[in-house]
């Protein structure tokens, strides 16, 4: 893998790495990619799919009382301010 | 109190307390007495509950007044990747340091509502990825067994904590194989039930339609009690398996077993493993079951499968981690930096490689060639497995090509992946598996023996598993 190729995948996944991490990484992602291409060898017809498990989704509505967790989460949050999670500003309204 | 946490098992235990032997305090202190002495050198857990006398008073109480079930008292660890409210958990990983879990993962609260005692959280390899604890980011787990060794992984502290008796057992987490090989590693006993038959509810979430909890014990009857406790529907886990499926009758089983022979002329393959696995199929054979050759060939391409939908499921399910939420933050000037920062410097080396693995076989251009490719594999190793199944009761293999290995011996990361190339299949096809000691190697190390069963026959895994078991 060439580095500007991994730079982008580390851009995509939000990952701030060194020049030396990035290099580390695209060599030893190689012979990785090398191994799982074996997949690409061999062909398989499609069959049904069998699923044991289905995803299944339950009615949107609310399970907990009101506020039994606001505390315990916003705690969990390395920011807070008034009764919310405070983050960084994405909108520069100069 | 001299308790002999050697020979223990979750019966005796019961039955000590049942009797007034001894108490589940009695058991706690005998435990925090081994750990104290222990964990220093083998890095086992990472943190000991301050609560543990206190429930174990409340599980002495219940012996008192006639609540006590089978594991009332029981002292058990539990890997760090499972939520347990008001306790710290962290998947062992520097971006969850200081978070607190803010509720209990469904299958931990059947056990604590049965009286079962979380002693403590034990180490493992980040996020769960890993076959040897060594990508923790707190240090390796040594193996009790031989210190110079690694004790297996993902949930390497777990293996650890019963094999050296500071836990009569534990819980970990199975993806590809993280509780039967470790297990395999540290001559324990380590399951790998359906898909769906464990809730997912609460654990850190690695590989979703792989994931799942199970038991590392020191007999079959301890990991089948566990995961009778465990199992059951779950409506806080979109994949729980209805009650329904779960308690259909079964036709008895023809105690035939297969060998995918092709499977043992895998590369690398210890010739000690080859023979220990023979053997093992003479004293099956010598006990009445039927041995024939059955071929997988897709199946044996499981691998290559499991590194591109794992790293897949992965990098979307380690995208929550933007130090906003939870855990720890790195602020950087901007938004787009304190994601970057946070999760370049919050994930160890392997997560950050899984992360760019993931991202790149979900990538455009790449995904139809890897990501649709694999999940059509999936369906056909899928279909495979099913069809052997109509003429085998189960398989079985060795569960790792070798025994446990020195620490830093493997530096390359696709040799360390290669340690899960028979554990692996079984999460593919979602189907029951277990790891159960098969004796030692030349150097005294444990080997396991790995028996997988068709989906929901979890009663044909455990009884060929313990009839292999009285067979030592």
């Known amino acids: 893998m060439e580095i500007p190729a991994a730079e982008k995948l580390a851009r995509l996944a939000r990952l701030k790495l060194s020049a030396e991490e990035l290099a580390n990484l695209a060599s030893s992602i190689e012979p990785i990619l090398g191994y799982v291409g074996q997949i690409s060898e061999v062909s398989v017809e499609a069959v049904p799919r069998h699923e044991l498990v289905k995803n299944v989704l339950r009615e949107d509505v609310v399970q907990n009382e009101t506020g039994a967790y606001t505390e315990a989460l916003l705690n969990s949050a390395p920011k807070q301010k008034d009764g919310f999670v405070q983050v960084q500003k994405i909108l520069n309204n100069e | ?472």
């Open chain 2, 1 to 472: 109190m001299n308790i002999d946490l050697a020979t223990l098992t979750i019966e005796r235990a019961h039955d000590a307390f049942a009797r007034g032997d001894f108490t589940p305090r009695d058991l706690v202190a005998a435990y925090l007495e081994r750990i104290k002495e222990k964990n220093a050198e083998w890095n086992v857990y990472r943190e000991v509950f301050e609560d543990v006398l206190l429930l174990a008073d409340a599980a002495g109480k219940r012996f008192a007044d006639g609540t006590a079930t089978m594991l009332t008292g029981i002292p058990i660890a539990i890997k760090d990747n499972i939520l347990y409210k008001n306790h710290a958990a962290g998947a062992s990983s520097k971006i969850l340091e200081g978070y607190v879990a803010t509720y209990t993962s469904s299958a931990l609260q059947r056990l604590l509502d049965a009286g079962g005692i979380v002693l403590g959280r034990t180490n493992m390899d980040e996020f769960a990825m890993g076959s040897s604890t060594e990508n923790s980011a707190y240090g390796v787990t040594h193996n009790p067994l031989d210190p110079s060794r690694v004790p297996g992984g993902s949930s390497g502290g777990s293996s650890a904590a019963v094999a050296g008796h500071l836990a009569l057992a534990a819980l970990g987490t199975d993806t590809g194989g993280s509780i039967r090989q470790p297990a395999a590693f540290t001559g324990t006993v380590g399951m790998y039930p359906t898909y769906g038959t464990i809730s997912r509810s609460g654990i850190i979430a690695l590989a979703s339609s792989l994931d799942q909890i199970g038991p590392i014990t020191r007999t079959v009857r301890d990991a089948e009690i566990l995961i009778e406790c465990m199992a059951g529907f779950d409506p806080l886990d979109a994949t729980s398996l209805p009650e329904s499926l779960r308690s259909q009758s079964h036709a008895p089983a023809k105690k035939r077993l297969g060998i995918p022979r092709a499977f043992l002329d895998t590369d690398g393959l210890a010739p000690t493993v080859r023979d220990n696995f023979l053997k093992a199929v003479e004293a099956l054979t010598g006990a009445g079951y039927e041995i024939v050759d059955v071929t997988l060939p897709l199946a044996t391409l499981s691998l290559a499968v499991y590194y591109i939908i794992q790293p897949a499921e992965a990098s979307s399910n380690l995208g929550r981690y933007d130090g906003l939420r939870y855990g720890n933050q790195k602020l950087g000037a901007d938004l787009l930096e304190t994601y970057e920062r946070t999760r370049g410097e919050g994930f160890g080396p392997e997560t950050r490689r899984r992360i760019m693995l993931g991202t790149y076989v979900l990538s455009h251009g790449y995904y139809d060639a890897y990501y649709n490719k694999a999940v059509k594999m999936r369906d056909a190793i899928k279909k495979e497995f099913a069809e052997v199944f109509q003429t085998v009761d189960a398989i079985i293999t060795p569960t790792t090509p070798s025994a446990a290995f020195k620490i830093g011996e493997k530096s390359d990361p696709l040799s360390m992946y290669l340690s899960d190339i028979f554990t692996v299949p079984a999460n593919i096809a979602q189907i029951p598996a277990i790891s159960v000691p098969s004796g030692v190697d030349e150097n005294g190390l444990p080997l396991g023996l790995h028996i997988m069963g068709p989906e929901l026959r979890e009663d044909i895994v455990f009884a060929i598993a313990n009839d292999f078991e009285k067979l030592k």
